[in-house]
């Protein structure tokens, strides 16, 4: 990291941007595209664009249609009927005119396969062999821990780190793959690496075997014939276990590899129990490689010790190429940082050792570690024969890799640098589960983290089917009593009952409502949102929640906000969007949630409240009271004013932490104060994010002074350089900035509801964004030159869209797709706002506002005086 805090982004961080193909009307099977392996009911087919008429929906197997339907015009999603489907069938589907796709089906009932045990700490072999089969054969594999297939000693799949992590005292998922075309004529071995994983390896700090002290492994080969599914093979005492050569195998503590094992020689594998827990197929994608980065430098900081920098953040782990005459043991460490004297920094990973080990014998070997997971940026070699060229090594990116959905395109680099880090930090920390940090002993599914990163992430990437997942995890975790943990999978030390953070079990299936349409989610959540609410309106006294747990988490400045202000202004946004839920889904509860809602932001009024302003004032306390609708109406341009003020006299820096960060941008702009969040965004000193992108940062901080200029590297006990959370600023750069949103105001679902709101920001000149939203691709951007700016929008069809455009006062000039707007009063009916900006009615289409000098004079003017 550079650490002159004058410098600007360095050339070394080159934004990584993950390639991804754009499938145009995309088909996606409960949120994914041509699953394999679908155990939900009554599966739902989507696409990404609103039927412009009735469409037919037709669904086959064999080529033979099983299903035939029609869907209205605005239709972008069907379900199909549960009774019609089979086990272990390949289907595909197709909507007349708009998208195709196919989905298999799974199990689709309980687990009977038996399970094999494996060693404490150490990945083996497990080995296996039947005979070909006939008929179509597939493979259903599920662990406690983690696996890997190989079939006659080739890899199946692409599956990293399978079945991922789960509640184990809940469930566990099983992945299918098909066989048929890969099986060998006769005998054929079937090979399955088991390690320890989340299940009985290092976790979150706690040491090992948090859910048992030995992994487990159950398999099974399954055919479909003309008399149905049967299984012709599975893992069972007949199998032979052997040595993998791999005996150190943790994803935090790291990995051994050693070439050639120390004996080949198999003994018997041991029959485990049965856990008595649900196996079910995974709903979300699996992790995967996403790509590989080249190491750009190496140093030598002492002899025998060489450093190898990859030029920025990443996760995953190293593929070494090693040619020696001599067998040679690696020692390989991972981190974030350097010492002054060029030594790796590892104090802030604290117990994890993220320590990798190659005992190799002579020749030439390509290795590396399959059961594993590593945060870093250096890695410091010791014992590699000779002296190391960037060329030998690489780091290999681990993710679950989500569909990329979105793209925000500015004129700075700097806020360029600052997408990519986000985009960066989302696929590093999405893996398995949505997680707070890939690199110290924590690596848990942080509630808070994803629940005010979840909008900015759904921007970026498509999230349906993974955060979907999570919520049942989430769920799981929930205690009787309604209490919601701050982690899932649940880890009680952990804790219990945070405001905002336990709020996540509301806010995300929200979210996955607003953006996706799914109402799946929302069912259910549904009653565990009302044990939610229940447990914390018994917890109220006079409508007020008690101050506890975290608060405004990493907050810089003196003054906290009250965290009894934040617990009882999280009760009632809850309250309000479970009322949302409940009409959502025809629920008679809308009024009783409405009622609460009322009792709770009037105590909040009375308890927190002189008139318009806060007792006590912070940034955070009026942020969440605007951005809640906690302040009376009469009030609400008063209380934002003194916000704007509070700002002011901050000098124009943010003072808000994991519950204000969100908030604060989005309610200045929204308030009439957008030059002030502007301001904010484009401050370079601490705390800010440009802050950090002088700093060099790669991916986002967790704190605003994980590094200071002057106090240097942040107390290790709690320092990562790989965090989301403040990503969250995404949100505002698409909604506010490029001005692509849905519209607030609405409760429906599938990004049906647009606001196209640009908001140009000082030391832009251009930006534009592009949405493949579940209603089709939205975009929005503007372009500012010297006879004016130019705005430009795209609104798919069976879309509701309300254009509101930043200029003042003499804006009859402005033109529309060439055509003066005054023209076109009776297509589009335009309301002059009262800051002298239109808002406008946009139908369907591409639409291109040019708005004069005259109209956007006052950009411009606020332009020039934030440069001077």
């Known amino acids: 990291m550079n650490r002159n805090s004058g410098v600007q982004v360095s050339g070394a961080q080159t934004p990584y941007i993950r390639p991804a193909v754009r499938a145009s009307r995309a088909g996606l099977t409960c949120g994914l595209a041509d699953p394999v392996g679908v155990d939900e009911p009554s599966p739902r087919l989507s696409w990404d664009g609103r039927v412009a008429e009735e469409a037919a929906v037709t669904v086959s197997a064999d080529g033979r249609a099983v299903w035939r339907s029609v869907v209205p015009a605005g239709a972008y999603a069907v379900d ?11 289907y595909t589907w197709e909507v007349e005119g708009q998208a195709s796709g196919a989905f298999t089906t799974g199990l689709r009932g309980e687990w009977d396969a038996p399970w094999l045990a494996g060693e404490p ?7 296996g062999s039947f005979t070909r089969p006939a008929g179509r054969a597939w493979l259903a594999a599920t662990a406690l821990g983690v696996y890997r297939v190989l079939l006659n000693g080739v890899r199946l799949g692409e599956e990293e780190l ?14 299918l793959l098909e066989l048929t075309d890969l099986l060998a004529p006769g005998a054929n071995e079937l090979e399955l690496w088991l390690a320890p994983g989340w299940y009985a390896g290092h976790v979150a700090g706690g040491g090992p075997f948090r859910y048992g002290d030995r992994p487990a492994v159950s398999a099974q080969v399954l055919v479909r014939d003309d008399g149905g599914v049967r299984r012709v093979y599975a893992t069972d005492p007949s199998w032979t276990r052997h040595d993998l050569g791999r005996p150190r195998a943790d994803l935090i503590m790291g990995e051994t590899v050693q070439v050639p094992p120390r004996s080949s020689t198999g003994e018997t594998a041991t029959e485990a129990p049965a856990p008595p827990i649900l196996v079910q197929a995974d709903p979300a994608p699996p992790v995967r490689v996403i790509g590989t980065v080249p190491a750009v430098s190496v140093t030598e900081p002492v002899p025998g010790v060489q450093v190898a920098d990859f030029g920025r953040n990443v996760v995953g782990r190293l593929r070494l190429r090693v040619r020696t005459p001599d067998p040679v043991r690696i020692v390989v460490r991972h981190g974030e940082e350097l010492t002054a004297a060029g030594r790796l920094y590892t104090d802030n990973l604290r117990s994890a050792d993220q320590r990798d080990e190659f005992v190799l014998g002579p020749g030439s070997h390509v290795v590396e570690p399959a059961f594993t997971l590593h945060g870093f940026r250096y890695a410091e070699l010791t014992g590699w024969p000779g002296a190391l060229n960037p060329g030998d090594l690489e780091a290999v990116l681990l993710s679950s890799a989500l569909p990329v959905t979105g793209s925000l395109t500015v004129s700075d680099p700097a806020v360029r640098q600052l997408v990519a880090n986000i985009g960066a930090s989302a696929d590093g920390n999405l893996v398995s589960v949505p997680t707070d940090c890939p690199q110290r002993d924590e690596r848990t599914g942080w509630t808070a983290d994803i629940s005010v990163f979840g909008s900015t992430l759904s921007f970026l990437r498509h999230t349906q089917a993974f955060l979907s997942g999570w919520v049942t ?30 709020d996540a079990l509301v806010e995300v299936p929200w979210l996955l409502w607003r953006r996706y349409g799914d109402d799946r989610t929302l069912r259910r959540a549904y009653d565990p949102m009302r044990r939610w609410a229940g447990y914390c309106l018994d917890q109220a006294e006079d409508g007020l929640r008690p101050g506890r747990a975290l608060g405004d988490w990493l907050a810089p400045g003196t003054v906290e906000t009250p965290k009894s202000l934040i617990a009882t202004a999280a009760l009632a946004r809850s309250l309000r969007l479970i009322a949302h839920v409940a009409d959502v889904l025809g629920e008679p509860h809308a009024p009783e949630y409405g009622e609460a809602f009322t009792r709770v932001s009037g105590a909040f009024q009375r308890a927190f409240l002189a008139g318009p302003r806060l007792h006590t004032e912070t940034q955070t306390g009026y942020a969440v009271a605007l951005a809640w609708d906690l302040i009376p109406p009469e009030d609400r341009a008063a209380s934002a004013q003194a916000l704007a003020d509070l700002v002011r006299a901050d000098g124009h820096r943010l003072m808000t932490g994991f519950v204000g960060t969100p908030l604060l941008l989005p309610v200045l702009s929204e308030t009439g104060h957008h030059d002030l969040a502007c301001r904010i965004f484009n401050q370079e000193g601490y705390p800010s994010w440009r802050y950090q992108l002088r700093a060099g940062a790669s991916t986002m901080w967790e704190r605003w002074d994980a590094w200071h200029h002057r106090y240097g590297l942040q107390t290790p006990a709690m320092n ?27 409760t429906g679902g599938g990004f049906g509801e647009l606001l196209l709101r640009p908001g140009p920001v000082p030391l832009l000149r251009h930006a534009h964004a592009r949405y493949d939203s579940a209603s089709g691709p939205v975009e929005s951007g503007w372009r500012a030159g010297p006879d004016g700016v130019q705005f430009t929008f795209s609104v798919p069809e069976g879309v509701s869209a309300r254009a509101v455009l930043p200029v003042r006062g003499a804006w009859d000039g402005m033109t529309v797709n060439g055509t003066f707007l005054m023209g076109l009063n009776e297509q589009l009916p335009t309301t002059r706002l009262p800051d002298g900006g239109c808002a406008l009615t946009l139908p369907p289409g591409r639409w291109s506002f040019t708005a004069p000098a005259a109209a956007t004079a006052h950009l411009l003017q606020e332009w020039d005086e934030l440069g001077r």
């Open 720 to 746: 990562s350089f790989n965090h989301y959370a403040y990503g969250c600023v995404g949100d505002w750069l698409f909604r506010h900035v490029a001005g692509l949103g849905d519209d607030p105001r609405g």
């Open 121 to 127: 700490r150490a990945a083996v072999s497990l080995r």
């Open 80 to 90: 199909v009927p549960d009774e019609l489907l089979e086990p272990l069938v390949p």
């Open 162 to 175: 399978a079945p991922g992590w789960t509640d184990y005292g809940h469930r566990t998922r099983y992945r």
């Open 473 to 502: 995890t989430l769920i799981d975790g929930q205690r009787a009593d309604g209490a919601v943990p701050h982690v899932a999978p649940v880890l009680p030390e952990y804790g219990y009952d945070s405001p905002v953070w336990s």
